[in-house]
């Protein structure tokens, strides 16, 4: 993880109330799929963290959804803007070579650092995605999306693909995706339902939490979650992505 | 070129800018940022006799200029620092070795455990007392001259910072106190009791519902206290409370304290410290200040 300066190369609104935000680093810092970075809007004391899409050398693009003062004032960060970002953090996805065929279920905002993941395994590995949003309005980046060998977009009124939830036209399809892993990101009831869904297949399933967080690097304790064993994890260090069986959710 | 030496009893510190318990872990991670050798203490997260598994989340809300926490002092209890944590940090700089309990046995124990371990001991008395209703130890004199008699007596040869908790009726008649019972120093301030409200779930923001509040928005609420605590005692005084800069650390000196901690900058910006001690260096020698601590309770009152 670094301390880095960047430069604001774009910020685009990409669907409702979501924006696409690209911005170049001092150097190229290496990012795992499923990793994040924490950036700082001017006013505010806690930075923003927020999941890496794409990263390409000195390039980095995060997607936000604009929920409050903060993210509403990052909308206004045009090209040349500084920010201060901490990059990259957290574990992120990891995949055992075996894993060859592989299922990415996300919904809402969820979808978003499931997008590092298609786009570091497409081409090598059989991907199915599963991406649920509110309705057609919510729909966002369809072109990395579908760079998935297929792809199925699930929207709750059936404005656009699949009616349904995102675990619903997942599971509708498992037999034929035959999923050695999943990757998976979204609300909690989501996860929950998902967890229930696959419980006695066998197979395993990362997914990536989301919490508040305070120092973003695993020192102030703030974003723990509840593991099985009692214990909390950090959210931010020991995750965010942990296999479902060994978190509460 | 500024000497930034600072000697707080009888213990010298390189610098006087110390990362605040609870916004720096044990020092590892920010480690990975920049070598903490070069700060001048580290404050521990706060320490406890057994493990604690803190609060439920979310545990952190933000507010203009503010932040509000409820970890609830999660921790790996005093065991697991002492064995995983003390030695690395002791070979990185000073230790403040932040300490609390539930009871006056808890401060007693968890002090005689750390006694001569580390460079110093810093008392939280903002937690609830068990025996005393859930009555936080750090808000009436006579209790905080009694927890602080009870930890010094457990203690030969580490001093004692007692951290004051700005939710007092006088802030100078708790710095008499905690003198009295017998602290070396105090620190001021901890952090002021706050709400924050979800309004569109018309619940606090917070699991916890209330929360601790620091950041730059509580900064002058924390230099007028130090101020008035650092005229009230004859024990030198470690001033905290929304430092985001060196000249909101050189603000806090002035008003009396002999070394300052910063807490939520180190969220904002990672390198907070390395640059307020860069920064103090620099105002320094562009103000022919000679030595830091030169500038120890240097305001003029009107």
């Known amino acids: ?128 995605a599963y991406m649920g949003f509110r309705n057609r309005a919510a729909v966002c980046l369809r072109y990395e999306m579908q760079r998935a060998d297929k792809l199925v977009i699930a929207t709750d009124d059936g404005s656009e693909g699949y009616r349904g939830t995102a675990v619903q036209a997942f599971m509708e399809d498992i037999e034929r995706a035959k999923p050695d892993v999943v990757l998976s990101c979204g609300p909690t009831p989501m996860l929950r339902a998902l967890k229930n869904a696959v419980s006695g297949r066998n197979i395993p399933v990362y997914v990536s939490l989301e919490e508040r967080m305070g120092c973003g690097i695993g020192a102030c304790l703030v974003c723990v979650c509840d593991k099985k064993d009692g214990t909390h994890a950090r959210v931010c260090r020991d995750g965010p992505v942990f296999e479902i069986g060994e978190v509460e959710i | 070129m500024v000497d930034l030496h600072v000697n707080i009893c009888g213990v010298e510190l390189k610098n006087p800018v110390i990362p605040a318990s609870g916004t720096f872990g044990f020092g590892r991670e920010f480690d990975e940022l920049y070598d903490i050798s070069l700060l001048g203490a580290v404050a521990t997260k706060g320490l406890t006799r057994e493990p604690r598994l803190g609060n439920p989340t979310p545990r952190i809300a933000e507010s203009r200029g503010v932040i509000l926490n409820a970890v609830g002092l999660q921790n790996p209890g005093v065991e697991h620092f002492i064995e995983h944590d003390l030695d690395w940090l002791r070979r990185k700089t000073r230790v403040i070795a932040n300490v609390a309990g539930a009871t006056l046995e808890d401060y007693a124990a968890i002090c005689r455990r750390l006694d001569g371990l580390v460079d110093f001991i810093e008392l939280n008395i903002s937690c609830p007392n068990v025996k005393c209703g859930g009555m936080a130890f750090g808000i009436r004199p006579e209790d905080v001259k009694e927890v602080t008699h009870v930890s010094k ?97 050189l603000e806090f000196l002035m008003a009396g304290a002999s070394a300052v901690q910063v807490g939520t900058q180190n969220f904002t910006d990672t390198l907070a410290c390395p640059k307020i001690i860069a920064g103090l260096e620099t105002w320094c020698d562009g103000h022919g200040v000679g030595r830091v601590r030169d500038l120890v309770g240097a305001l003029k009152i009107n």
């Open chain 1, 1 to 128: 993880m670094r301390e880095l300066t960047a430069a604001v190369l774009e910020n685009v609104r990409i669907a409702e109330n979501i924006y696409s935000l690209t911005f170049a680093t001092e150097e190229a810092v290496p990012v795992l799929p499923g990793q994040f970075c924490m950036v700082g809007v001017a006013g505010y004391p806690l930075r923003r963290p927020l999941a890496v899409c794409k990263a390409e050398g000195e390039r980095v693009t995060v997607c936000y959804q604009v929920k409050g003062g903060g993210t509403k004032s990052l909308v206004g960060y045009k090209q040349g803007h500084r920010l201060s970002v901490l990059l990259p953090l957290g574990n992120g996805f990891s995949l055992t070579p075996d894993m060859k065929r592989v299922a990415v279920v996300g919904g809402g905002v969820g979808v978003f650092p499931l997008i590092s993941a298609i786009r570091a395994y497409a081409g090598e590995r059989e991907i199915s």
């Open chain 2, 153 to 249: 007596q457990a203690l030969k040869n580490t001093p004692l910072i007692v951290k004051l908790s700005p939710n007092a009726a006088n802030i100078s008649e708790n710095a008499r106190a905690a003198e009295a019972g017998g602290a070396d120093c105090i620190s001021l301030i901890n952090t002021l009791t706050g709400m924050a409200i979800d309004i569109e779930r018309r619940r606090p923001v917070l699991a916890n519902n209330t929360g601790g509040v620091s950041g730059a928005g509580i900064k002058p609420v924390a230099v007028r206290m130090v101020y008035e605590a650092a005229h009230a005692v004859k024990i030198p005084v470690i001033g905290m409370g929304g430092i985001t800069c060196a000249e909101d650390a």
